[in-house]
Protein backbone atom coordinates (compact mmCIF):
# COMPACT_ATOMS: atom_id res chain seq x y z
CA UNK A 1 0.00 0.00 0.00
CA UNK A 2 1.30 3.63 -0.80
CA UNK A 3 1.97 6.10 2.02
CA UNK A 4 0.98 9.70 1.49
CA UNK A 5 3.06 12.53 3.34
CA UNK A 6 1.57 16.34 3.23
CA UNK A 7 3.72 19.16 3.61
CA UNK A 8 3.12 22.61 2.33
CA UNK A 9 0.76 24.14 4.78
CA UNK A 10 1.05 27.06 6.61
CA UNK A 11 -0.35 30.91 7.67
CA UNK A 12 -1.36 32.94 5.00
CA UNK A 13 -3.30 35.98 4.43
CA UNK A 14 -5.93 36.37 2.78
CA UNK A 15 -5.44 36.48 -0.85
CA UNK A 16 -2.06 34.72 -0.85
CA UNK A 17 -0.81 31.96 -2.17
CA UNK A 18 0.23 28.14 -0.76
CA UNK A 19 1.12 25.06 -2.68
CA UNK A 20 0.76 21.93 -1.21
CA UNK A 21 2.98 18.69 -1.76
CA UNK A 22 1.74 14.64 -1.30
CA UNK A 23 5.04 12.42 -1.62
CA UNK A 24 4.32 9.13 -2.32
CA UNK A 25 6.32 6.15 -0.88
CA UNK A 26 5.72 2.43 -0.85
CA UNK A 27 4.27 2.25 -4.48
CA UNK A 28 4.47 4.28 -7.32
CA UNK A 29 2.13 7.13 -7.31
CA UNK A 30 1.97 6.59 -11.18
CA UNK A 31 -0.81 4.00 -10.71
CA UNK A 32 -2.71 6.12 -8.29
CA UNK A 33 -5.32 8.15 -8.72
CA UNK A 34 -4.95 11.38 -6.41
CA UNK A 35 -7.47 13.73 -4.38
CA UNK A 36 -7.07 16.66 -1.87
CA UNK A 37 -10.03 16.84 0.68
CA UNK A 38 -9.84 19.67 3.36
CA UNK A 39 -11.66 19.37 6.62
CA UNK A 40 -12.53 22.68 8.95
CA UNK A 41 -12.90 22.77 12.64
CA UNK A 42 -16.53 21.31 13.31
CA UNK A 43 -17.53 20.80 10.11
CA UNK A 44 -17.55 17.60 8.00
CA UNK A 45 -14.66 16.44 5.22
CA UNK A 46 -15.28 17.71 1.95
CA UNK A 47 -13.94 17.06 -1.55
CA UNK A 48 -11.31 19.64 -2.39
CA UNK A 49 -9.71 18.22 -6.08
CA UNK A 50 -8.69 15.06 -7.73
CA UNK A 51 -6.28 13.98 -10.56
CA UNK A 52 -5.94 10.72 -12.70
CA UNK A 53 -3.17 8.60 -12.65
CA UNK A 54 -2.26 10.08 -16.02
CA UNK A 55 -3.16 13.62 -15.02
CA UNK A 56 -5.69 13.18 -17.92
CA UNK A 57 -8.75 14.00 -15.95
CA UNK A 58 -9.41 16.61 -13.19
CA UNK A 59 -12.12 18.14 -10.87
CA UNK A 60 -12.44 20.85 -8.09
CA UNK A 61 -15.36 21.71 -5.84
CA UNK A 62 -16.76 24.67 -7.25
CA UNK A 63 -16.08 26.28 -4.16
CA UNK A 64 -12.08 26.18 -5.23
CA UNK A 65 -12.86 26.31 -8.40
CA UNK A 66 -10.11 28.96 -10.90
CA UNK A 67 -8.16 29.34 -7.76
CA UNK A 68 -6.89 26.02 -6.93
CA UNK A 69 -4.86 23.78 -9.12
CA UNK A 70 -4.04 20.23 -8.54
CA UNK A 71 -0.77 18.38 -10.54
CA UNK A 72 1.44 15.94 -10.69
CA UNK A 73 4.89 14.84 -11.25
CA UNK A 74 4.92 11.18 -11.28
CA UNK A 75 8.92 10.71 -11.83
CA UNK A 76 8.70 12.57 -8.64
CA UNK A 77 6.02 10.50 -6.57
CA UNK A 78 4.14 13.96 -5.61
CA UNK A 79 1.11 15.13 -6.22
CA UNK A 80 0.50 19.25 -5.66
CA UNK A 81 -2.27 21.30 -4.84
CA UNK A 82 -1.52 25.12 -6.02
CA UNK A 83 -3.83 27.63 -3.72
CA UNK A 84 -4.08 30.98 -5.37
CA UNK A 85 -6.90 33.67 -4.12
CA UNK A 86 -6.80 32.26 -0.56
CA UNK A 87 -9.80 33.02 1.44
CA UNK A 88 -10.69 32.90 5.75
CA UNK A 89 -13.34 30.09 4.83
CA UNK A 90 -10.07 27.86 2.95
CA UNK A 91 -8.98 27.25 6.53
CA UNK A 92 -8.96 23.68 6.70
CA UNK A 93 -6.56 20.50 7.49
CA UNK A 94 -5.94 19.22 4.22
CA UNK A 95 -5.42 15.85 3.24
CA UNK A 96 -4.16 13.86 0.34
CA UNK A 97 -5.64 10.40 -0.59
CA UNK A 98 -5.00 7.83 -3.26
CA UNK A 99 -6.64 4.87 -4.92
CA UNK A 100 -5.29 2.93 -7.42
CA UNK A 101 -6.51 2.82 -11.51
CA UNK A 102 -4.57 0.71 -12.59
CA UNK A 103 -7.40 -0.27 -15.66
CA UNK A 104 -8.78 3.21 -15.38
CA UNK A 105 -6.23 5.61 -16.46
CA UNK A 106 -8.73 8.58 -16.70
CA UNK A 107 -10.71 7.50 -13.24
CA UNK A 108 -10.72 10.38 -10.39
CA UNK A 109 -12.74 9.78 -7.81
CA UNK A 110 -14.16 12.62 -6.06
CA UNK A 111 -15.78 11.10 -3.38
CA UNK A 112 -13.63 10.07 0.38
CA UNK A 113 -14.94 6.78 0.47
CA UNK A 114 -13.71 5.64 -2.87
CA UNK A 115 -9.65 6.36 -1.69
CA UNK A 116 -7.78 3.90 0.14
CA UNK A 117 -4.92 5.55 1.50
CA UNK A 118 -4.68 8.92 3.30
CA UNK A 119 -1.92 11.17 4.71
CA UNK A 120 -1.78 12.90 8.29
CA UNK A 121 -2.96 16.14 6.64
CA UNK A 122 -1.75 19.65 7.21
CA UNK A 123 -3.23 23.00 8.26
CA UNK A 124 -3.80 25.89 6.34
CA UNK A 125 -4.77 28.70 8.37
CA UNK A 126 -5.90 31.82 6.14
CA UNK A 127 -5.97 35.28 8.41
CA UNK A 128 -8.34 38.02 7.07
Known amino acids: QVQLVESGGGLVQAEGSLRLSCAAS????????AGWFRQATGKEREFVAT????????SYADSVKGRFTISRDNAKNTVYLQMDSLKPEDTAVYYC?????????????????????WGQGTQVTVSS
Open 51 to 58: ISRTGSTT
Open 26 to 33: GRTLAAYA
Open 97 to 117: AARETLLSPAYAPTTGLMYTA
